[in-house]
């Protein structure tokens, strides 16, 4: 069976600081991967996606990117944090657009 | 207009009670929809998707209007454990999933 593993669960960083958040997918291949980030009492906001390795789609300008070293890992980056950046953090898999994803445990960051 | 949209809530219902949340959605080309169900500080899982003729799981009934671009989750016999924000999804066109901003349930005993 299919698993996402996404870590740290929690994270604090000063502003400024750099940020790396991971996530894996087992047990399937090729599988689209994305990045969402969820605010205190908001929905959620695409941030990535990602159909193949090193294929990056980028849904709104900001100071975060991510990566796709290989085919199931998917990398969310910063080079400086904002206060602003702080929130719920979600990676999520599935094997087409048209299908359901499947959601990581979710990366808290506070950023102070 | 708003891609996908949910009335917020919080909708406060009895135990036992039957309640129902309503979607609506713009793009008209839209081919997939679900439901999720996201407890408070934890993941949105994935509670049914949605089927042109309906369909139901249990004590829970999904349902889709393409005409008015709408979808339906019916919960019977609400329990305290049904509480929690429910998502609506829908995939427009051919891009990622695209989530409502959810409706908060709370089952009251």
């Known amino acids: 069976s299919q698993t996402i593993h996404q870590w740290p669960a929690t994270l604090v960083q000063p502003v400024g600081s750099p940020l790396s958040l991971e996530c894996t997918v087992e047990g399937t291949s090729n599988p689209n991967l994305y990045w969402y980030r969820q605010a205190a009492g908001r929905g959620l906001q695409l941030l990535f996606y990602?159909?193949?390795?090193?294929?990056i789609s980028s849904e709104v300008p900001q100071n975060l990117s991510a990566s796709r070293p290989q085919d199931r890992q998917f990398i969310l980056s910063s080079k400086k944090l904002l206060l602003s950046d702080s929130g719920f953090y979600l990676c999520?898999?599935?094997?087409?657009?048209?299908?359901?994803?499947?959601f990581g445990q979710g990366t808290r960051l506070t950023v102070v | 207009r708003k891609e996908v949209e949910q009335d917020p809530g919080p909708f406060n219902v009895p135990e036992g009670a039957t309640v129902a949340f309503n979607c609506t959605y713009s793009n008209s080309a839209s081919q997939s929809f679900f439901w999720y169900r996201q407890d408070c500080r934890k993941e949105p899982k994935l509670l049914m998707s949605?089927?042109?003729s309906g369909n139901e799981d249990g004590r829970f009934t999904a349902q889709l209007n393409r005409a008015s671009q709408y979808i339906s989750l019916l919960i019977r016999d609400s329990k305290l454990s049904d509480s929690a924000t429910y998502l609506c999804?829908?995939?427009?066109?051919?891009?990622?999933?695209?989530f409502g901003k959810g409706t908060r349930l709370s089952v009251i005993a």
């Open positions: 990602s159909v193949g390795i090193g294929q």
């Open positions: 999804v829908v995939n427009v066109g051919n891009t990622p999933l695209v």
């Open positions: 949605v089927y042109s």
């Open positions: 999520a898999w599935n094997t087409g657009v048209y299908t359901e994803a499947f």
